[in-house]
């Protein structure tokens, strides 16, 4: 819902108050930063203030004054900190510059209803300033791997010359590591060896299943959908020590083919929820359809039934693929060290001999997930609308 | 699959049906002339048997890589065989001893844990239940491994007399002329090692009945001699058991002095000296051993555990014990299970408490947004959903270190002195950040997904009729809002409360939680039982809250991303 309300230019009553206040809430921090709260904060009140007025009554013209404020900012903040002062001033000289003019001119109002009291207007906006706080929250832990794996230290902080952006700071050595060290590379190729090949279990076990429990008549329909979801529901641990003491009777403990098998049976749930799910708007008729035209069922099912559910297929085996690559519990107990995987290795290195090659482990790990994350995505819109429902 | 055929016939043969039916009347038939209701029923029985059978390939799959190991599990938390097993006899004897009487037992029962434990030894048992019962009494470990390593000593009185007697008695070769089958001494006599498997022991006819006891243990120390250790048994000598087993026989009742077959000479002088012999007192000897055998609580906790299957691994995961007067709780600087558990509860709801808070202004901003920005955001939910948890477990290491990027910053805007840094790590803080995090996405999904349904002009009709914001929220949004966060409310606290990897890593001592006990007992103190009990109860507690998320949401209603 768009709303369209009139705005109109504000008072300064109501703005440089307003942006003294931001000028406050900053100037704490490089209060305290300095050692002197009150200097701080009111410093930051009045300068800020009096810049707000200043900007929009006497420069007035929007663009230079903003560029004027970024300017003078960053310069301040390079003259106090160098480099990562300058960058921070570049911030903050366009978010006041942003903040003023927005308040100034009124824009704030512009997508909201028009009927909201100021309380509501500052209501809305602190909403989403706690909604952006809590994206920042979900985001911060990877967004603060991937520049720490260019560490050129073995430390898992910013070191200051990273801070200076100082090229001396940055390296690619924990990625050099990560593909010259024997353990990490023999880690990756058992991982690579596990996951498709449980894959490729779950997902030919898992479709021919979803497809039979989408028939219009299944016997214990309920009963078996619990058991085939169960391993999504068991706690890992449970389900890591449960075949622990069932593999070593007989004699899977400590194989390939156990750990394969224990990874297909963790994977399942997820085809089968993503095939079913697909099937659930799968039209039955085309599939008589094809029959009254001759085809016999092995025909129908891949010339009709498959393309059709095949991005569910597809996303269920991705879903699969990242359960057993990511998987480190039971593999922990149903593994012996010749099937050392990826995660495993990471967890023996958070636990005892920490190395910043986990970071670079972990980016790479990142950026798999990105691949994965837009391919499922992708898929998605397809099969939605290959199935005629809008894409959302 | 193709079910068009039966479809199609049964459609045209209903209306064939249809029409002859006014033709002529009686059953409606099909068009191959069955009766219609038998034709429709095997056309659904047919539907039924193709689904199972498509079903049957994962469902065994299932059953045999993930149900069976868990009922494993369960049957491995009641099963006490060991005790049974490595101690047969002086646990049969042990079943008239009066447990809760002041009285140990008496010399038979001696007598029987001679003849188990010297059996036990020779097969390495006895260190595995000694570990076994550890676990119930702190001690039996090395009373056992002590007992083994001495229970030689104790039959060897009766062998030193013995071969003092004669020389006769001293060689395997001699003891198998006595109790071995000809046929079997004639096939051992041509045996070589390289033949390979020796031939089965087989005992002298009437042995048996002369030597009853002596017998019993020949064939037993034969039986381990050949299917064991794979030793040439003719040219073994036997046990000092067998000695004590020749004096029992030799001194009860017997019939020796009629007896004619070989070595008679040598068994009937054994039995006119036997008598004589200087004997032994088993519970003396024991008590020679270790005081502890003369110990009340030891006999009562091999009683106690006798039994084939315990409630016991039970009682110790809820701080109790088993003792002779029943079920009790243990003393209460012993109890750490109840805190545990408590603690993974408490946490679990802690966890999904927080999840809900950020959850709730996430969901309802993706809910309300247009669609482009939405999708937008969402990708910002996803993508830590998709980010291996470990990578999401070792940023938030990282982080939290004292020295981690959060305190650094915190020190640099000046919140925080220098020394006196957050301890945000290694403790249960730690383990509340991370895992809020990474189960914030499970929360956060459902929401969104119910929230996506509740029209926004409800919301405007509220206010319009005079609702102020906090009441149309409260009585009109939140309301239809709930089934989400139950939704997700179960599925965050279900998946939190079997958490195992990131209390591990950054939980320190007081931030695990049960399933690192769990893990504890099956990998470090191998204590598989308690292990095994642990897991049962959590396991219990899970599916209680999925069959509540099943009667709630459906689990054909869980989506994914």
Known sequence: MVALTPISRTEPTFYVPVVAAFGAFFGVFIGTGQGNLIAGVLGGAILMGALAFILTKLIKNEKAARWGLTLLIALGGFALAGIPGLLIGIFFGWFFGFLTFWLYEGRYRAKIPPYLTPGQVLWHFTFRVICGAIFVFLITPILVVMP?????????????????????????????????????????????????????????????????????????????????????????????????????????????????????????????????????????????????????????????????????VISGGLFAFITSFDEVVVVLFVGSSGQKTLPWQMFIGLREQISPTILAVATILVGISICLLTVVELLRRRSERLRGMSPS | MSDAPTVQTAASSAAEARAADAAHTGPMLAADG????????????????????????????????????????????????????????????????????TEFPQEPIFEALYDDM???????????????????????????????????????????????????????????????????LVAMDGWKKSDGKQPPFELREGIAEMLPATTETYVRFADFIQNQDEDNLYKKDPWAIVYSSLHADLTGQNSVASYTGPAAAELKAAAAAAPAFETVNFSEAFRDIDKDWHALDVWQTIKVYSPKYTSGYFLNAVDMQKSVDGPELRPENERIYGILFWRTIVMSVVITGSCILLGYPVAWILANLPVRQANLLLIL?????????????SAWKVMLQQEGVINDTLVWLGLVATDDRLALINNQTGTIIAMTHILLPFMILPLYSVMQTIQPSYLRAAKSLGATNWTAFWRVYFPQSIP??????????????????????????????????????????????????????????????????????????????
């Open chain 1, 148 to 312: 720490l794996s260019f560490n050129a230290e073995n430390f898992f902080t910013f070191t200051p010359e990273m801070l200076r952006f100082d090229p001396a700071g940055y390296s690619l050595k924990h990625y050099r590591d990560f593909f010259t060290n024997a353990d990490w590379q023999n880690a990756m190729w058992n991982s690579l060896k596990i996951a498709p090949v449980a894959t490729l279990l779950s997902v030919s076990f898992g479709t021919l299943a979803a497809i039979g429990l989408s028939q219009p008549h299944v016997p214990f329909r309920r009963a078996i959908m619990a058991i085939l979801i169960s391993p999504m529901i068991v706690p890992l641990i449970i389900s890591a020590a449960g075949m622990y003491f069932f593999y070593s009777r007989i004699g899977l403990q400590g194989t390939y083919v156990g750990v394969v098998l224990a990874h297909a049976a963790l994977g399942i749930p997820f085809v089968i929820i993503t095939v079913t799910a697909t099937l659930v708007g799968f039209d039955r008729s085309l599939t008589r359809a094809a029959a009254n035209m001759g085809a016999n069922p092995v025909t129908t099912f891949f010339r009709v039934q498959m393309p059709l559910i095949l991005p569910g």
């Open chain 2, 381 to 393: 939910v996803l993508l830590p959903f998709w980010t291996s948890l470990l990578v999401r477990t």
């Open chain 2, 484 to 561: 989400g966060i139950g939704a997700g409310s179960i599925l965050v606290f279900i998946l939190a409360i079997g958490y195992y990897i990131t209390p591990a890593i950054v939980g320190g001592t007081s931030g695990t939680f049960i399933s690192n006990r769990i893990a504890y007992h099956i990998s470090s103190s191998l204590n598989w039982g308690l292990g095994a009990a642990l897991g049962a109860i959590l396991l219990a507690a899970v599916l209680l809250l999925y069959y509540a998320y099943d009667k709630i949401v459906g689990i054909d209603n869980v989506k994914l991303g």
């Open chain 2, 34 to 101: 069955t009766p219609l209701k038998k034709s429709l029923n095997r056309a659904l029985r047919l539907q039924k048997v193709r689904a199972l059978a498509l079903i049957g390939p994962l469902l065994i799959f299932v059953l045999v890589t993930f149900i069976a190991p868990i009922a494993d599990m369960l049957f491995r938390s009641v099963e006490n065989e060991i005790v049974s097993n490595t101690l047969p006899r002086t646990t049969d004897m042990l079943a008239e001893w009066d447990a809760k009487g």
């Open chain 2, 118 to 184: 010297f059996f036990a030894k020779e097969a390495k048992l006895h260190t595995r239940l000694g570990s076994r019962l550890n676990y119930e009494l702190t001690g039996v470990s090395s009373l056992f491994r002590k007992t083994g390593r001495k229970v030689d000593d104790m039959g060897e009185v009766y062998q030193d007399q013995f071969e003092d007697l004669d020389d006769f008695w001293k060689t395997g070769e001699n003891w198998n002329s006595l109790m071995a089958s000809d046929g079997w």
